[in-house]
């Protein structure tokens, strides 16, 4: 009696939660030639990783210098729609539509609409990454972006630590983010402030703070 023959191997997922690690991504992005074509701009798109306990994901910590060099654009805006489904290839999506009011880097513009991969809502489909940024309409936000990638899709630089709120009290305006955010609290820290909010959890630095520091980065750079 023949052999049984093997059973065919099944794929192996391009994302597993219970990993460390996005699959078939190195911290330089260079092991992407097995996923298909809009997976591998959506990674080159956030190569930039950063270490999420509260997901299980493993991605790099970036210094504010990483921030700057990498993005191809950085804006203060006001988000002003967000929807959710697929582009024309089908691949699931947010799009965001955003009211620029500052660009300290890139093309200068008033209105901005980005595609990022993924969303809620949209089932299993949706394929959210888990570190990636959600944007609510109204809120304002300082973003550093990559460049579209051939896809047309864009995210923020190292994730959720390339989007930072912009929180206003009266005439004073200030960047907040969780306590335990490695640019933020190392900026409050150098500036002798204790971490402020509406929450203990929460760390804020005055926007203008922020602004002149990415300024002085970006000068640095550019005189390099």
């Known amino acids: 009696m023949p052999p049984a023959p093997p059973r065919p191997r099944r794929p192996a997922p391009f994302w597993d939660k219970s990993k460390t690690a996005i699959d078939g991504l190195s911290a330089d992005g260079l092991a992407l030639r097995a996923m298909r074509p809009w997976r591998a701009d959506l990674f080159l798109a956030a190569a930039l990783l950063v270490p999420s306990t509260a997901s299980g994901t493993m991605v790099r910590r970036l210094a504010l210098e990483d921030l700057v060099r990498a993005a191809d654009r950085i804006v203060v805006a006001t988000v002003a729609r967000v929807e959710q489904g697929r582009d024309a290839a089908g691949v699931p999506a947010t799009f965001v539509t955003l009211r620029v009011s500052q660009t300290l880097k890139g093309r200068a513009s008033q209105q901005l609409a980005i595609k990022q991969f993924g969303g809620t809502g949209l089932g299993a489909a949706g394929a959210r990454i888990p570190g990636m940024p959600r944007y609510r309409e109204g809120e304002e936000v300082v973003l550093f972006l990559h460049g579209e990638s051939r896809a047309g899709f864009t995210s923020p630089v190292g994730l959720y630590q390339g989007k930072y709120q912009v929180v206003r009290r009266g005439p004073r305006a ?20 204790a971490a402020a909010g509406p929450a203990p959890r929460t760390v804020s630095v005055p926007l203008a703070d922020f602004l002149a520091a990415i300024a002085a980065v970006a000068a640095e750079a550019g005189a390099q």
Request: aromatic share 4%.
């Open 174 to 193: 200030y960047v907040r983010a969780p306590a335990s955010h490695p640019i933020l609290s190392s900026l409050a820290a150098g500036r002798g402030r």
